[in-house]
């Protein structure tokens, strides 16, 4: 595997700039098109999995994250507060869970909205040393695919299940395989939420769905003892970069504790006011360390769907192409048309550049209505224009599986 830094530079996804701090990339209007295409995906098999978006700010009141528990456990990865005055004190977010918690909040809830799930790809922030940053793998700035289920008890295992299933899903649309599932445990010290019974009754549950998704102890996960989130024990997916260091990408978390620290709660069917349970998860990670995987696990030939340009299209000599690239950009395709330089450096260009399709027009296809229609592994065809535009239609389209796993929400 290349490194992805080299290849991003090479391919022009995404830029660092010392006037705006380390850490902290610029997603050029390549990558800014692939990770467009990436988040509109996930978003979608979401929303078929039962989710409902929102949005949230990336910064709140200190107070929220003293509730949290995240000032007092997690307070050395975060950026000190701003205060605007000596009570209007802010925290750039150390995560997206007290917002949506809030969103569970924002009214009276009953059971039958439960399981309760709420996805956002939104921005949270992380105070890393300047030596550990790298690329898209290490950032400050962070975009994260995340999710919170707020469920009964007796729902949880069922929907650490879904997650680890949707989670499955996306990997597969996306082109990789994780590199190992641990289970991450408690450790010993302060930075752990002190309350065994809700480290027990959290890693059994994680124990049970493992099992039920076909992953045996030891064999097809590995424990993890102090890996865990402060407030929770979690299933961590772990990949490989280039340099064969492992990282965590996906996750999914049962959390019994920040229910309790926001006093979350819904109406059960006896009339009783119980606690519901959170799961936290993310399918597909951040944006940043996801992509840094995927430059790298697809040496930058990214499945159509999600390449920056799906199709270039190179005119011989004055062959005009402006009829057959107006009627791909309306399918929909991300189009670009090179002109200068011979037929054969241009060929070379979009290869170079990972471009899936290349469609060649002169004056013969012009006359006879085709194109040349080349893909990345190599193959030509002359076709007619329909059919070299539904080819390439359904090979740009984005992944979609109607899956009848998660039953559908009830409001
Ligand atoms: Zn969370």
Redesign the pocket.
């Known amino acids: 595997m290349q490194d992805h830094r080299k290849l991003g530079r090479e391919l022009e996804l995404f830029h660092s700039d010392p006037i705006i701090g380390a850490g902290l990339p610029l997603w050029l209007p390549k990558g800014a098109a692939a990770r467009r295409a990436v988040e509109d995906y996930l978003l979608g098999l979401e929303r078929r999995h039962g989710y409902q978006h929102v949005y949230s700010p990336p910064l709140a009141k200190e107070e929220m994250y003293r509730r949290s528990g995240h000032l007092p456990h997690y307070a050395d990865d975060m950026f000190p507060p701003m205060a605007l005055s000596e009570s209007d004190r802010f925290v750039l977010r150390p ?3 007290p917002h ?1 918690a809030a969103v569970f909040a924002a009214r009276g809830r009953s059971y039958r909205e439960l399981p309760l799930r709420i996805g956002e790809i939104g921005g949270q922030y992380r105070a890393e040393r300047s030596g550990v940053l790298g690329g898209l793998s290490r950032v400050r700035a962070i975009s994260l695919n ?3 289920v707020f469920c009964a008890e007796d729902q949880v295992e069922a929907e650490v299940v879904a997650a680890l299933e949707v989670m499955r899903e996306a990997h597969a649309a996306l082109g990789f395989e994780p590199s190992a599932w641990r289970l991450s445990l408690r450790g010993d010290g302060p930075k752990y939420v002190d309350d065994p019974g809700l480290w027990e009754r959290g890693t059994a549950v994680l124990r049970r769905a493992l099992e039920a998704v076909g992953l045996k102890r030891d064999v097809d996960y590995v424990d993890g003892p102090g890996e865990a ?1 402060f407030y929770g024990p979690k299933i961590d997916i772990q990949l490989l970069d280039s340099a064969g260091r492992e990282s965590t990408l996906a996750t999914v ?1 049962v ?1 019994y504790y ?1 229910p309790a620290r926001f006093d979350l709660s819904y109406v059960d069917a006896d009339g009783v006011r119980k606690r519901p349970v ?1 799961v ?3 399918a597909a990670g951040s944006m940043e360390r996801l992509f840094a995987h995927l430059i790298e696990v697809h040496d930058g030939a990214f499945p159509a769907w999600y390449a920056p340009v799906q199709l270039e299209v190179l005119p011989i000599g004055d062959a005009d192409v402006r009829d057959f690239v107006q009627r791909a950009r309306a399918l929909d395709l991300r189009v670009e048309e090179a002109h200068a330089g011979s037929l054969s450096a241009r060929i070379r260009g979009a290869s170079a550049r990972r471009v899936p399709f290349v469609a060649v027009i002169g004056a013969s296809e012009a006359a006879a209505g085709t194109v040349s229609l080349r893909s990345r592994g190599g193959a030509v065809d002359v076709l007619p224009v329909a059919d070299a535009l539904a080819r390439l239609e359904s090979q740009c389209a984005v992944p979609k599986r109607i899956t009848c796993a998660t039953p559908s929400i009830t409001m």
Do not use: K
Request: proline share 0%; charged share 20%.
């Open positions: 995560s997206l869970c949506h995340d999710g919170h989130a978390q959390d920040m959170m936290h998860r993310s």
